[in-house]
């Protein structure tokens, strides 16, 4: 017994030390976020401060956050719903009603995702300027679908083949159609399922960084290109960096810790469960 | 065989009740829009000489494509692409499988510490390059700075001496943690039973880690590589928001380059190509990851 002790209170110290090495920029910038100006850029650097909340206050305040904030949120959770609705009828059929070409049509959704975003820019951009689409929230939404779709598509077939096909069998016997079906049992029973997928739809439009900085000015920027603003001087002000910084990281860190397990699941394409 | 003709047959019962184009449509419609139209203008205004600035776009044929393969910016910005991608692949996979063996074993508070350190591939990447570049590695009030200053070692200015190298550890920083936390949960799917009767038979950690752990993480390790390089052969906000592709071209990837030349120079001809050229790259990229998945389709 003691020597198994031993080793468990061995690796705890070497666990805690990669954990606390790995996660220390965001600690080191949760401190930051809670410095004065000065105190922020001090050397030798503070550790023990009077923790202050004006950078908060200052950055909702002068830098119009809660607009940005506002802007990644309606993104997020609006591209994250059109995909979920346009993917479940092709889940669905994909899972229950399989065809010999259900296999090629699923890797080919895959091959859409591998397409590198630089390739297409340009109409993109071109398009947008056109139809008067750039710096605006709808055509980040619209994009944003369009880059999900696969993904969603993919996870919720993995999930409704986890369900028993006998229970839609047995359903189908006793007369529900197949609308009724779906509405009344398939979904209820993928519900958390299609729950992870929203979140992991959610973090990955939150976090997105491409065309969020090239199709958006000032009207519809997202947390991301505000973020990407303070690479001008602007990014001196370290406090109000660090606090804008916590402010949106936040939220997704959450979810993703929430969403861990179904995350590899939709990451890998079901490769890796 | 059998199984095809079974499914076949369902499709073709159940054919009746459910037709399940309708269903597909609003799925596959827009996605193939979305993976044609757009790329097929690309490589159509790769052929003109199209320029933001200047009136007039004539066709040019591979005008575009000559001038940019007689350009060295993009060999430098080839390589930087290859070097980014190849470093921190390195580092996710060495230091990805020993996270993953690390925090599998069982410590006091290990579902804490292996939150921890999954925790930044969720920090967005506008903020991880921020954080880095001017709380840890800006030269005259970071945190490094500090330190090796402490320790005698003078200050590196890392931006300057070694901006690829820089942007190469930030986006690490990222990649590091979906790396361990994909073998991780690969790792907890591994058969307890064998594992222990290796240990009975008196099999070393390290021999454990080489036959059976390493053989069991291997095609984990080649998803965590393709999906890698899919999303590391695009890094362009890391870049935009700390170095701007410079000093000259030394942290000028292959996107980067393409942004410069279409949306700085406005030259959307020369971009073009250059867009080409990334999806070409990242094409050869897929046809592996997507035989792979295939393989696990079955």
């Known amino acids: ?273 | 065989m059998a199984n095809v003709a079974q499914s076949g047959a369902r499709s073709k019962r159940s054919g009746r009740e459910v037709r399940t184009g309708p269903l597909l449509a609003p799925t596959v419609v827009p996605l193939v829009f979305w993976a044609f139209v757009p790329l097929a203008v690309t490589l159509w205004f790769s052929l003109l000489h199209y320029n933001l600035l200047d009136p007039i776009t004539h066709f040019v044929g591979f005008d575009n494509y000559s001038f940019l393969f007689t350009d060295p910016s993009l060999f430098d910005a080839l390589w930087n692409t290859v070097a980014l991608v190849g470093g921190v692949l390195i580092a996710s996979i060495v230091l990805g499988c020993l996270f993953a063996v690390l925090f599998d074993q069982e410590f006091y508070g290990c579902s804490i510490a292996r939150l921890l350190v999954i925790a930044p591939f969720f920090v967005m990447p506008t903020v991880s390059a921020l954080i880095w570049k001017n709380l840890l590695m800006q030269p005259v009030n970071g945190l490094f700075a500090f330190i090796t200053r402490s320790l005698g070692l003078g200050v590196v200015d890392w931006f300057g001496t070694w901006p690829l190298t820089s942007i190469g550890v930030i986006v690490a920083w990222q990649w590091v943690p979906f790396a361990t936390l994909i073998l991780l949960t690969a790792i907890q799917s591994l058969d307890r039973e064998q594992v222990e009767a290796a240990r009975m038979d008196g099999a070393k950690p390290v021999s454990m880690f080489f036959f059976i752990v390493l053989p069991h993480l291997a095609r984990p390790i080649a998803v965590v590589i393709m999906i890698e390089t899919i999303f590391l052969l695009s890094i362009f906000a890391e870049i935009l928001v700390t170095t701007n592709g410079g000093p000259g071209d030394a942290s000028t990837n292959l996107p980067y380059l393409v942004y410069k030349t279409a949306l700085l120079d406005f030259d959307v001809g020369g971009g073009s190509a250059g867009g080409i050229v990334a999806v070409i790259l990242a094409n050869v990229v897929a046809i592996f990851l997507l035989r792979t998945v295939a393989r696990s389709l079955d």
């Open chain 1, 1 to 273: 017994m003691r020597p198994k002790t031993k080793r468990k209170i061995g690796m705890t110290f070497v666990g805690w030390f990669v954990a606390l090495l790995v996660a220390f920029p965001i600690f080191w910038m949760t401190l930051a976020a809670f410095k004065t100006e000065i105190g922020a850029v001090a050397t030798p650097p503070e550790l023990f401060f009077w923790p202050t909340l004006e950078n908060f206050a200052e950055v909702r305040s002068r830098a119009d956050y809660p607009v940005f904030a506002m802007n990644s949120i309606v993104i997020s959770v609006t591209a994250t719903f059109f995909a979920i609705v346009i993917a479940l009828p092709a889940a669905y059929a994909m899972a229950f009603h399989p065809s010999r070409h259900t296999k090629d049509l699923l890797l080919w959704m895959l091959s859409t995702k591998m397409m590198p975003a630089i390739g297409v820019l340009l109409p993109i951009y071109l398009a947008y300027r056109e139809l008067h689409l750039l710096d605006t929230v709808s055509g980040l939404i619209i994009i944003y679908i369009l880059m999900n779709l696969p993904i969603v598509a993919w996870m919720i077939y993995s999930f409704f083949r986890d369900v028993p096909k006998e229970i839609l069998e047995a359903s189908r016997i006793d007369g529900a159609k197949p609308w009724q079906q779906v509405t009344m049992l398939l979904v209820p029973l993928a519900l958390p399922g299609i729950a992870s997928t929203a979140l992991l739809s959610i973090i990955l439009c939150w976090n997105e960084a491409f065309w969020s900085i090239n199709l958006t000015a000032t009207q519809a920027r997202p947390l991301t290109a505000f973020i990407a603003s303070f690479s001008s001087p602007e990014g001196l002000f370290w406090a109000k960096l660090s606090a804008a910084s916590l402010l949106a990281i936040a939220p997704i860190v959450v979810l993703g810790f929430m969403t861990q397990r179904q995350l590899v699941r939709g990451l890998t394409f079901g490769a890796v469960k």
